[in-house]
């Protein structure tokens, strides 16, 4: 990853809302779909048609970062302990009180527009309801941090300071990233960390925050497939993404309808 952080133009930026549109519509299409009996196989396929639909492809299908395999699926769905880059597979079938994050990154004339959000199949439990709704509260409290001039860091601490607080856990091994024409670039923006530490924020980045909080311990570990991260110690993990730009007086969420 390069350590060179872009700064987009106006043309550039409406390319990012555009396909940050998409991706939300994405994601608002899928979520109909979430319900017991349903396979994580057939909310890819599902993806793939409704991407095909709107002049789009996916960003994951294909992507491979230095030493990987490619990833073969159209969107990742990470499932209960999985903490991220889930693959799709028709053999797995949700039940009634799983969790489900689906990451979805549609690519439009370009640009990548990239999203999740954790749904419930079926009815959770008062302790996973509560999980993943603080885990969308450390999403909300991120962005608010983001403005000229504010830290990286700044994004990081409010995250850790409001999930430790319900002795949840943030993830260290994945972050937040650049994006635009690039899937993932600089800046790197950590889910933890000290306010007004690391870079400054200044009008025309654009990056993800993408908060991944766990019940237990934020070690994860790496199935055989090479792409799936789950818990290390086998709890839940939760996680809610969003495209950000930085303005002039502040922060505009690009992958929202």
Same mark, same amino acid.
């Given at each position: ?10 043309? *550039? ?78 053999? %797995? ?14 690519? &439009? ?20 309801? %509560?999980?993943? *709704?603080?885990?969308? #509260?450390? &999403?909300?409290?991120?962005?608010? *941090? ?13 995250? %850790?300071?409001?999930? #430790? ?22 800046? %790197? ?20 925050? #993408? ?40 922060? #505009? ?5």
């Amino acid at each position: 990853m390069s350590e060179h952080i872009y700064i987009m133009s106006a043309e *550039e930026i409406e390319g990012m809302r555009k396909v940050g549109r998409l991706a939300a519509r994405l994601l608002d299409h899928l979520k109909d779909m979430v319900r017991p009996g349903v396979s994580t196989e057939a909310l890819d396929v599902a993806a793939v048609k409704f991407t095909k639909e709107h002049g789009a492809t996916n960003g994951p299908l294909g992507y491979k970062p230095a030493g990987m395999t490619p990833f073969p699926k159209s969107i990742c769905t990470s499932v209960n302990d999985v903490v991220c880059h889930g693959i799709p597979s028709a053999r %797995q079938i949700l039940v009634d009180g799983d969790i489900i994050n689906i990451d979805v990154t549609p690519v &439009l004339n370009g640009y990548y527009g990239d999203t999740s959000r954790t749904f419930f199949v079926g009815t959770p439990s008062p302790e996973v309801r %509560q999980l993943v *709704e603080v885990t969308e #509260e450390c &999403l909300k409290l991120g962005i608010s *941090e983001v403005a000229p001039g504010k830290r990286i860091g700044d994004i990081g601490a409010a995250i %850790q300071e409001h999930a #430790e607080r319900f002795g949840y856990s943030v993830v260290r091994e994945f972050v937040g990233h650049g994006v635009g024409k690039v899937f993932h670039t600089a800046p %790197q923006i950590p889910h933890f960390g000290e306010r007004g530490k690391g870079r400054r924020f200044v009008p025309g980045m654009v990056f993800t925050i #993408e908060p991944m909080i766990n019940m237990g311990t934020w070690r994860t570990k790496i199935l055989k497939d090479g792409w799936t991260a789950v818990t290390a110690d086998g709890k839940l993990s939760a996680q809610f993404e969003h495209t950000v730009l930085v303005t002039d007086t502040g922060v #505009e969420i690009l992958t929202k309808v």
